[in-house]
């Protein structure tokens, strides 16, 4: 029954590593999101896409990208990881019309850089 | 004002008591309202949809303000396993993405 999926649950990383975060849904949802998530802060939106091929930055870009190449896959990718993006990250998708189901969520990948 | 604004708590409530908190939103075009539960380290999961006044789910109870530019959450009789985090999200104008709140932590005691 799952239905958005993040490849790792934890991960370790050595500072300045390239880093690639995967996820994939089976919902045929057009809409696909990257939050951190960290204590006191709340969820902040990374990056997020409407289509395929096709991203915005949302609030925290700094130091991220993405790719979506395929309606089904948002890969989040830290280009040289730092400490400070230790963190939960969390995807999720929606239909265009958030209204309409709101979000689904993977289950996340806690990430801690060394 | 922000755009949705929840208190962060904790709420520590007995077990068998009811408990309820707001979350208070600025757009009121919204016509969609959700709220989200997260338990510790896990990711937000779907509790509660909201689309017209209110919703009933069992010990759950959403209710709607369009007036005052509020959801709450009731939660009747609880249970130790209702200790969590809730959020409440509301679309944004454009309708496609959420806007959260930062969260209300429940701590429900023996």
């Known amino acids: 029954d799952v239905k958005v999926t993040q490849s790792s649950r934890y991960l370790v990383k050595r500072t300045g590593e390239k880093v690639f975060l995967e996820c994939v849904q089976d919902?045929?949802?057009?809409?696909m999101f990257w939050y951190r998530q960290d204590p006191g802060l709340g969820l902040r939106l990374i990056y997020f896409?409407?289509?395929?091929?096709?991203?915005e930055k949302g609030d925290i870009p700094e130091g991220y990208s993405v790719s979506r190449e395929k309606k089904e896959r948002f890969s989040l990718i830290l280009e040289s990881a730092s400490t400070n993006q230790t963190s939960m990250y969390l995807c999720?998708?929606?239909?265009?019309?958030?209204?309409?189901?709101?979000?689904?969520f993977g289950s996340g990948t806690r990430l801690t850089v060394v | 004002r922000k755009e949705v604004e929840q208190d962060p708590g904790p709420f520590n409530v007995p077990e068998g008591a009811t408990v309820a908190f707001n979350c208070t939103y600025s757009?009121?075009?919204?016509?969609?309202f959700f709220w989200y539960r997260q338990d510790c380290r896990k990711e937000p999961k779907l509790l509660m949809s909201?689309?017209?006044s209110g919703n009933e789910d069992g010990r759950f109870t959403a209710q709607l303000n369009r007036a005052s530019q509020y959801i709450s959450l009731l939660i009747r009789d609880s249970k130790l396993s209702d200790s969590a985090t809730y959020l409440c999200?509301?679309?944004?104008?454009?309708?496609?993405?959420?806007?959260f709140g930062g969260g209300t932590r429940l701590m429900v005691k023996p």
């Open positions: 999720a998708s929606s239909a265009p019309w958030t209204g309409e189901g709101g979000y689904t």
């Open positions: 919902m045929d949802h057009e809409n």
């Open positions: 896409s409407y289509d395929v091929k096709m991203k």
């Open positions: 757009n009121s075009a919204s016509q969609s």
């Open positions: 909201v689309y017209s």
């Open positions: 999200a509301v679309p944004g104008n454009a309708g496609n993405m959420l806007t």
